[in-house]
């Protein structure tokens, strides 16, 4: 299945083989063999817990090869596990309450990652997927009434203290807190990160009307199609810069459940200026899960020999915890697109448009807030310098 050249453990086999759904019967026997081998089993779980992917470790273990496996790791895990699932079913019953008002005020709601992706690519099991908030997707127009419907349920918004005309102006979402339960809600009126940029010519990557309708507990919710999905979540990998396994298995697991069509997807990647950030994801999975990379964009990874360089960057990195280094962080930004002007204005935007934490410690009248611009550099600097 793997066909890495860095050195990896069999800690690190465990966590890939075992993240990898559906697992095959040659899969299960190579687990077997590597458990039988023995295990730093306070290592794997301390790996596990970093790349977020306790329990589906656990679940495969359990149906693999449980009589072989300390009690006290697999009862670790278990805790872990019934906790998780917990979590998850409440986020769950949560989501589509919500979504039921939502409908019903006839506000156009997209949620998308969180227990609706756990759903789609685990068949149904959302107990397998750890993930700490609701992603829902709105028309920027809707977001106030938004606010106000999870206001009157309990909820408080995080950002309050600065004011909305301020705000909008710097980002993309809103996080909302049940102070019941501490369900996290994040309304986003952008799906992607703030600062991520498209061609010129690219409005709204991702148009409503192209949303698919499915039924979830007699529910009619839009979802993003699974073309636009999978691209959303090689987008979304990208910006955490592969650092969690879950990502890629997130990945797939989709590709395992969903039918895709790579001549659209490719077209729509090039379209959005992210075509190396998909090959970057798929030859991830190549690598690491043994997928098997689509002739279509096979024929274009022919002439773009850096997405395999940075590639190995990427496997190298994956198991290690060390942090990134910033100056790193900057250059790989920039290789991650294809298009050198998107790569410079991504770092560019990253610097300068000021973030809440900024904006939160140096208060402007409203008609100042271009001096907020002027500000973030020196405020990112001083945080890089000293550690902040």
Not at 173 to 199: A, M, R, S, V
Not at 270 to 281: A, E, Y
Not at 333 to 357: A, C, H, Q, T, Y
């Amino acid at each position: 299945m793997m066909n890495l050249n860095n050195k990896i453990t069999p800690e690190h086999e465990i966590l890939i083989y075992c993240s990898h759904y559906p697992m095959d019967c040659e899969t299960k026997t190579k687990v077997r063999s590597i458990v039988k081998g023995g295990l730093n089993w306070d290592y794997l779980i301390h790996m596990a817990t970093f790349h977020k992917v306790r329990s589906i470790l656990y679940f495969q273990l359990h149906q693999v090869c449980q009589v072989k496996i300390p009690t006290y790791f697999l009862t670790d895990l278990n805790d872990f596990y019934h906790k998780n699932a917990i979590r998850n079913l409440l986020m769950f019953g949560e989501l589509m309450k919500i979504l039921e008002i939502l409908n019903s005020r006839e506000i156009y709601a997209v949620p998308y990652k969180g227990p609706i992706l756990a759903k789609s690519i685990y068949d149904g099991n959302i107990t397998l997927r750890e993930f700490s908030d609701i992603d829902i997707f709105v028309n920027e127009k809707d977001v106030q009434e938004v606010k106000e419907v999870l206001l009157s349920k309990g909820y408080y918004c995080c950002f309050k203290k600065i004011p909305l005309e301020l705000y909008n102006k710097f980002e993309r979402e809103y996080t909302f807190i049940n102070k019941i339960n501490d369900i996290k809600i994040e309304i986003q009126w952008d799906l992607f990160w703030k600062y991520f940029n498209f061609p010129n010519s690219i409005k709204d990557p991702f148009e409503i009307k192209d949303f698919r309708i499915i039924k979830i507990e007699e529910l009619d919710v839009p979802n993003p199609s699974a073309n636009d999905m999978f691209l959303i979540l090689c987008i979304h990998s990208s910006e955490h810069l592969w650092r969690n396994l879950s990502l890629l298995a997130d990945l797939n697991s989709f590709i395992n459940s969903h039918k895709l069509d790579w001549s659209f997807v490719l077209k729509n990647a090039s379209k959005l200026g992210v075509k190396r950030i998909l090959f970057i994801n798929i030859l991830l999975l190549h690598n690491l899960y043994g997928f098997q990379v689509p002739v279509v964009i096979a024929d274009c990874l022919k002439f773009d020999k850096s997405s395999f360089s940075i590639t190995e960057i990427f496997l190298t990195n994956l198991f290690s915890q060390n942090e990134l280094n910033f100056f790193y962080k900057v250059s790989i930004r920039i290789k991650l697109r294809e298009n050198l002007k998107l790569g410079l204005k991504d770092i560019l935007f990253e610097l300068f448009i000021p973030s809440v934490d900024n904006i939160n410690r140096i208060k402007l009248p409203i008609f100042l807030y271009y001096l907020y611009y002027i500000l973030q550099p020196f405020q990112f600097a001083y945080k890089l310098l000293f550690r902040i």
